[in-house]
């Protein structure tokens, strides 16, 4: 059994990919801008831009949705990220283009090493490809990648990996093959 000694932790190996006064820029424009339901969201996409994120055209960003590191983020073209959506991608999240992220979703890259007795991190990136959508309030943990088309529904919890037009539910959290419709 691991006796955990919060007060040792280090964070090693992690790196924010920005220096200190980069990141406090982007808390600060984040927090007084960027989340507001009166910023448009092509000014939304400008300042993921200005703050070094890939985003593609026609990308619909909607209000109070909070995104930990831009730079690490990447999003293809004409996709949607709806409100109160988070993004805490302490690794890097790509999502595809043609993908709709809903209402309250989390993308989640960072962990803990349960093993470790300083608790140290245990992060991966997550991949959405093409076409897919994750539905309300569904969460999304580190290492996974869902496949194109795949739906994930809502409130459903995502810790491995959706093939292609994979489809998974909750509260099951069942994870089903979808046949094409011909």
């Not at 070094?52 to 996709?79: E, N, Y």
């Not at 992220?101 to 490809?129: K, M, W, Y």
């Not at 093939?163 to 094409?180: F, I, K, Y």
Request: hydrophobic share 45%; charged share 20%.
């Amino acid at each position: 059994m691991t006796v955990r000694r919060l007060d040792r932790f280090t964070g090693a190996g992690y790196d924010k990919g920005r220096p200190p006064l980069t990141q406090a820029a982007w808390m600060l424009v984040s927090g007084l801008v960027f989340r507001r339901w009166w910023c448009p969201s092509t000014f939304r996409v400008s300042l993921l831009r200005a703050f070094g994120a890939q985003i593609g055209d026609g990308v619909l960003i909607r209000h109070d949705v909070k995104i930990h590191w831009p730079w690490k983020l990447t999003v293809g073209d004409h996709s949607w990220i709806g409100e109160q959506s988070w993004i805490l991608n302490l690794e890097p999240v790509i999502i595809g283009s043609q993908v709709c992220i809903s209402q309250g979703v989390l993308l989640c890259t960072g962990s803990h090493d349960r093993r470790s007795s300083t608790f140290e991190f245990d992060n991966a990136p997550i991949t959405v490809a093409d076409g897919v959508w994750v539905a309300a309030r569904a969460t999304v943990l580190r290492g996974v990648t869902i496949g194109a088309e795949a739906v994930v529904g809502a409130t459903a919890l995502v810790t491995e990996n959706v093939p292609e037009h994979g489809l998974v539910l909750a509260p099951q959290g069942s994870l089903r093959r979808v046949r094409e419709q011909a």
